[in-house]
T-cell receptor, first 116, second 112 residues
Framework: GAGVSQSPSNKVTEKGKDVELRCDPI?????LYWYRQSLGQGLEFLIY????????KSGLPSDRFSAERTGGSVSTLTIQRTQQEDSAVYLC??????????????FGDGTRLSIL | DAKTTQPNSMESNEEEPVHLPCNHS???????IHWYRQLPSQGPEYVIH???SNVNNRMASLAIAEDRKSSTLILHRATLRDAAVYYC?????????????FGTGTRLTIIP
């Protein structure tokens, strides 16, 4: 079956521009996560969506970062006024969700974002 | 969150078993032990998880110490495709945010 799909796979943009990254989770997965991975670093949690609950935004590094999840499915991560330190691979994951303890998370292959 | 400690890197010969250790001395009774791996240029991939008993699946086996303060991921017969960074992660079983907290993992190199 289809896995988690992310687009674009690569994005190069100039400093100061806004970018939108898209994530299509696995059908039926109610939990969705965004992480980022800077060069040579581990994964850093950004934001978590579960069903219709308010998202957990505790990992967002600044107010330039925001995310939405429409209709409980597709999610968009938006970075406004990009800075060079935003360069990283942005990874999306989905799982069957809350109340189902320890369901594995299924990751996409990420969007590699480069800020010039 | 309880922490895990893994060696930075390991090497193994192709077609031989690999034992990847993880220490988690501050683990609590409700923490599950999860393993993920990340192949080059890909997102992480779930491998296996367990609580107290040893676990087997098609990818690997997980051996958990009796006191749960350490565990070992076992790849029974390594192939070149198993070259990856392996992450040992503790997850609390609750109804909150089930985010994964990744450490630096173990970079496994397979020697042909």
């Amino acid at each position: 079956g289809a896995g988690v799909s992310q687009s674009p796979s690569n994005k190069v943009t100039e400093k100061g521009k806004d970018v939108e990254l898209r994530c299509d989770p696995i059908s039926g997965h109610t939990a969705l996560y965004w992480y980022r991975q800077s060069l040579g670093q581990g994964l850093e949690f950004l934001i978590y969506f579960q069903g219709n609950s308010a998202p957990d935004k505790s990992g967002l590094p600044s107010d330039r970062f925001s995310a939405e999840r429409t209709g409980g499915s597709v999610s968009t991560l938006t970075i406004q006024r990009t800075q060079q330190e935003d360069s990283a691979v942005y990874l999306c994951a989905s799982s069957l969700g809350r109340g189902l303890s320890n369901q594995p998370q299924h990751f996409g292959d990420g969007t590699r974002l480069s800020i010039l | 969150d309880a922490k895990t400690t893994q060696p930075n890197s390991m090497e193994s010969n192709e077609e031989e078993p690999v034992h990847l250790p993880c220490n988690h001395s501050t683990i609590s009774g409700t923490d599950y032990i999860h393993w993920y791996r990340q192949l080059p240029s890909q997102g992480p991939e779930y491998v296996i998880h367990g609580l107290t008993s040893n676990v087997n699946n098609r990818m690997a086996s997980l051996a958990i110490a009796e006191d749960r303060k350490s565990s070992t991921l076992i790849l029974h017969r390594a192939t070149l495709r198993d070259a990856a960074v392996y992450y040992c992660i503790l997850r609390i079983s609750n109804f909150g945010n089930e985010k994964l907290t990744f450490g630096t993992g173990t970079r496994l190199t397979i020697i042909p």
